[in-house]
């Protein structure tokens, strides 16, 4: 019986690391995860794939090039700002919060809006796969719990309930985050051909 690998998940946010062990959990699982909270410079850009691979190489030089690690980023995306806050949201929201972000596009009648995640990951043999995620919808005024980022005010297209209002499962099968880590997953687990 083959040692199943141990994959790093680099992030210091407990409440992602909870969902992603969540998103990751299978009892055939090839792999185990571990969590390293490195506090890694991210790149200011638009470009979401760049963003996460600068992340994860920075990662790798630190925890060595034979580690297997991944890195997640995560955008929201107006239609009405042509893209923005985008890769930007996690500082929009420390700035000027829920109530700023809603009072930025109350001047627009679009209220649309992608939800995507970016992850980057470094096999431990040098290669880099990304993995991404999309989730059409709208922003709407806050509803629901208020303790996981911008989940209380965009509410994915066809639902009539916020990611926040949403239960764990119900979320997962429909957001951005989890259509990104349900390819990773089929990824991690498919049989590698060895010599």
């Not at 969540?22 to 055939?28: A, C, F, G, K, R």
């Not at 969590?35 to 060595?64: F, M, R, T, W, Y």
């Not at 930007?88 to 649309?112: H, N, P, V």
Request: hydrophobic content about 35%; aromatic content about 10%.
């Amino acid at each position: 019986m083959t040692s199943k690998k141990e994959i790093i998940f680099v992030t210091g946010n407990k409440n992602k690391l909870r969902e992603v062990q969540q998103l990751l959990y299978s009892e055939n699982a090839q792999y185990t995860l571990a969590n390293e909270p490195l506090d890694l410079i991210e790149v200011q850009e638009l470009d979401l794939e760049h963003i996460a691979l600068a992340k994860c190489k920075q990662a790798v030089s630190i925890l060595g090039p034979t580690t297997p690690l991944f890195v997640e980023d995560t955008a929201l995306s107006f239609t009405a700002l042509n893209g923005l806050p985008g890769a930007y949201i996690k500082w929009f929201l420390q700035s000027i919060g829920l109530d700023g972000i809603l009072r930025m596009l109350s001047a627009f009648e679009d209220k649309t809006a992608q939800a995507i995640t970016t992850i980057a990951y470094h096999d431990g043999n040098g290669k880099y796969h990304i993995f991404q995620g999309t989730t059409e919808g709208r922003i709407v005024p806050s509803r629901g719990p208020t303790d996981f980022g911008w989940d209380s005010i965009f509410e994915p297209k066809d639902i009539n309930k916020t990611y926040a209002e949403m239960d764990k499962p119900s979320k997962h099968a429909v957001s951005h985050r989890g259509k990104a880590f349900a390819k990773f997953k089929r990824f991690l687990n498919e049989p590698t051909i060895t010599n």
